[in-house]
Every structure is written in structure tokens, then in C-alpha cells.
């Protein structure tokens, strides 16, 4: 099916077509064996291709763009438009390559200070308009990530920020030891990331010439929002 098609078109079939194909005859195929017409389906026994990723539309910070979006955000800080863990947020997602689900997810036993690395065991994201944690659909979605020392003290310094922050509100925290938190210590809500982010580039965009300004579609984004920061490799 990859190799000609019966319509006249250049081209093989793609992916998607032979995998809704695979999926129709497979029914089909089982609803026999139910009906004792057939032994087995042959289709349990064929892996349909996997769709390949179209990486053509994916934009990349680049090296210049990644100087300039941390400056930016440290201006902001500096100037109280943006809070400390919006810093380390990025900072983890620029360094560490994590997605915005898994760095949500992220509670303070998934680092390891000792080791300068970080277990991504789970990602949220909404649910019915609700945030929903759960385990990675794929298992090389389980991985551990070294972190760089200048982020590890980041995340120090943030987690001083917080325990002090915690006491300062006492029994109004109602967090559950999230990294990444709202006002009262509870889970930082998933749209969170990307509104922060929208508005460090409009405000920072403003004040760049288009030879230095940081992309609006930089940090590729999809339908459910997941990954707004492309990883860049760390600057050793």
C-alpha cells in the first residue's frame, strides 16, 4: 500500500490512511472469529506503520533567541512581572528538556539534589477542564535527567523561597508538595506556563530589533498545549 496507489496519485498511502484501513478489515476480521466463520484474525499479527512526525513545521529557538528569552525573563523578575519559580520553570524546560505536563507534574521528591537529577515519571494536563496527572502514554517517556549546576542552585534557592513562603501563609497552604504551585501552594494550573510565556515575548518584543527579537512561534506548541520550549542543548 506504501508503494502505489489505485486512485492515480503519486505517492504511497500514508501512514494514518493504512492504519484507519488496518483498524476497519481488523473489525471486520474479529466480528468473524466471534461468529465462528473464521479460526483467528490475521490482522492481530500485523503492525500497521506508525505515523512519522512531521518536524517540518517545529520551530527552534536558536542560541542567539535562548540569550535573549533568559534575559528577558530576568528582566521581568526583576522588575516583579514575573515570579522566581517562572524563572526556574523555563530554565527547566530550556535546560533539561522536560514538557510543560512534566514539569507541572513535578514534586520535589522527583529531584534528586545529590545526584543533580530529576525523575519525569508523570505529566498533567486538563481533563474535562480539570488538571489530571498520570503516568507518560510511552515508557521512553520515563526517564531520568541530569540537571546543571547553575539550574540546581536555581532550584535551591527556589525551594528555600517556597518553604518560607509556606510558613509565611500557614494554614491556608493547600499545596501537596508541588514544585510548581499556585497562590496557596496547590498544583500550578496547566495553561499557566504558556500565558507567562506569551507575555514575556509580546513585552520583550516590543523593545528588540527583528534581528534579536525572541520568536512568537518559537516554542512549538500543539492542540493540547504540551510543549511550548524546544529544548536547546545545554551551554556548557
Known amino acids: 500500500m506504501l508503494k502505489s496507489r489505485k486512485d492515480g496519485k503519486e505517492g504511497g498511502y500514508s501512514p494514518a490512511t493504512i492504519k484507519r484501513v488496518h483498524a476497519l478489515i481488523s473489525n471486520i476480521l474479529s466480528t468473524a472469529v466471534r461468529w465462528n466463520v473464521l479460526l483467528d484474525n490475521p490482522c492481530e499479527r500485523i503492525q500497521p506503520p506508525k505515523q512519522a512526525r512531521d518536524i517540518n513545521d517545529i520551530n527552534f529557538f536558536t542560541l542567539e533567541q535562548t540569550e535573549v528569552f533568559l534575559n528577558a525573563l530576568d528582566t521581568d523578575f526583576s522588575d516583579g512581572k514575573i515570579k522566581f519559580q517562572h ?3 523555563f530554565q527547566l524546560a530550556l535546560f533539561c528538556g522536560l514538557r ?6 513535578l514534586t520535589w521528591s522527583d529531584i534528586d539534589f545529590n545526584a543533580k537529577a530529576i525523575n519525569v515519571s508523570k505529566s498533567t494536563d486538563l481533563v474535562n477542564g480539570k488538571p489530571y496527572t498520570k503516568a507518560p502514554r510511552s515508557k521512553s517517556s520515563i ?10 542552585e536555581l532550584l535551591r ?10 510558613l509565611m501563609i500557614g494554614n491556608q497552604w493547600q ?3 508541588h514544585v510548581f504551585i499556585q ?4 498544583q500550578m494550573y496547566p495553561s499557566t506556563p504558556y500565558s507567562i510565556f506569551k ?8 523593545r528588540f530589533g527583528d534581528k534579536d527579537s525572541i ?3 518559537g516554542p512549538r506548541t500543539n492542540k493540547h498545549h504540551d510543549e511550548y520550549i524546544q529544548p536547546c542543548r545545554p551551554m556548557h
Open 175 to 177: 499545596g501537596d508538595n
Open 143 to 152: 526517564r531520568i535527567v541530569s540537571i546543571l549546576e547553575s539550574v540546581i
Open 183 to 186: 497562590w496557596d501552594g496547590s
Open 199 to 206: 507575555d514575556v515575548i509580546h513585552r520583550h518584543n516590543t
Open 215 to 217: 520568536r512568537q512561534a
Open 100 to 105: 510543560r505536563g512534566e514539569l507541572i507534574a
Open 157 to 166: 534557592k527556589y525551594r528555600k523561597e517556597q518553604l518560607e513562603y509556606r
Open 87 to 89: 524563572v526556574v520553570f
